[in-house]
């Protein structure tokens, strides 16, 4: 430690010498004794010992103090020596701040860890329903096949789903922005739910748009999935859904069981169900969140009108030319 603060000290140290040098140089041009320098050196150096001593007790006793908080460091409760100038003013303000910001970004780590946790348990809640229903499917004989694809389907829903909810908090989300045909997209869309309709025995009517626009065409079809997947939920067998479009807007309307009003504004936040999904135990509460935040990540927009035992309509925002800021 005492090599430590001489290194410290060393510029202080080489100008007492040098000022010594001097007073011996101008002493010897006026002739006069050399004790007098000597006597002179000598009560400089007595001043410069106990200063050096009163600086190097106050030197140890802060680099223990820093080292007892290194060894027993809590950032909850971090309480810094009084800095003996502007400078370690200025150093301790820039350590604080770091260690503010790292509060920061693990209060926000640790918060996206619980999202997380919540989200596989009640996925994990969720996917057991479609498994536990093929298993009795197939105790039967022969098996529905009908039915088990729609399970099947069920199932392959909440992987993607799953897969879809992670590749939306990652920094490289494949987003492809290109023209594609709006009628292609819904036509994948309703293809993959092809089954569900004629089991349900539910009515689509599907009037082409005839447009094109500018999309990642993948996360369209994940957004439309899930819009066609929660109307077929909650359309009773014998319903319709009817797809069209209304100028920019792609309109999805089915004679389901509808949405209370009072649940209307919380539809798109994360893990809401909403009185009609708890009562039917089929809601997630993450398809509508996941759309909202795909469609705006494209520059789309989203907006629900319903009412209850009359139906929901859904109608997205698709600019031809929308620009889109990544």
Not at 79 to 92: I, K, R, V, W
Request: charged share 25%.
């Amino acid at each position: 430690m005492l090599l430590s603060y001489l290194r410290r000290q060393y510029k202080l140290v080489v100008l007492l010498v040098l000022f010594a040098g001097i007073f011996a140089a101008v002493f010897s041009l006026y002739n006069l004794p050399a004790e007098a320098v000597g006597y002179a050196a000598a009560l400089c150096g007595a001043a410069g010992l106990v200063l050096f001593a009163v600086g190097y007790a106050g030197y140890a006793r802060r680099h223990r103090m820093l080292s007892r908080l290194l060894e027993n460091i809590d950032e909850s409760s971090f309480h810094l020596p009084p800095p003996s100038g502007a400078l370690e003013a200025d150093y301790q303000a820039l350590l604080k701040a770091v260690a503010a910001d790292r509060a920061r970004l693990a209060a926000a780590e640790e918060n996206t860890r619980r999202d997380m946790l919540d989200y596989y348990t009640l996925w994990a809640h969720q996917i057991k329903t479609p498994i536990a229903a093929m298993n009795l499917l197939l105790e039967e004989e022969p098996p529905d096949r009908a039915a088990l694809s729609a399970e099947l389907l069920k199932t392959e829903e909440y992987v993607e789903m799953v897969l879809s909810y992670l590749r939306l908090g990652s920094d490289t989300t494949d987003y492809v922005l290109r023209r594609c045909e709006l009628d292609d997209v819904v036509r994948a869309a309703v293809r993959k739910y092809a089954r569900v309709f004629i089991l349900r025995k539910i009515t689509l009517r599907f009037d082409e748009t005839r447009r094109t626009v500018t999309t990642d065409e993948k996360w369209l079809g994940f957004v439309l999935g899930q819009l066609l997947s929660n109307a077929l939920k909650y359309t009773r067998p014998g319903g319709a859904i009817r797809i069209y479009g209304d100028g920019t807007t792609l309109v999805i309307s089915d004679t389901g069981i509808g949405i209370r009003e009072e649940d209307l504004p919380r539809i798109f936040e994360k893990g809401f169900t909403g009185y009609n999904g708890r009562e039917d135990r089929k809601s997630t509460g993450l398809g509508l969140y996941l759309c909202r935040r795909i469609l705006l990540k494209l520059g789309h927009e989203i907006s629900i009108v319903s009412r209850p035992g009359q139906g929901t309509i859904v109608r997205l925002s698709l600019p031809d030319g929308a620009e889109i800021v990544e």
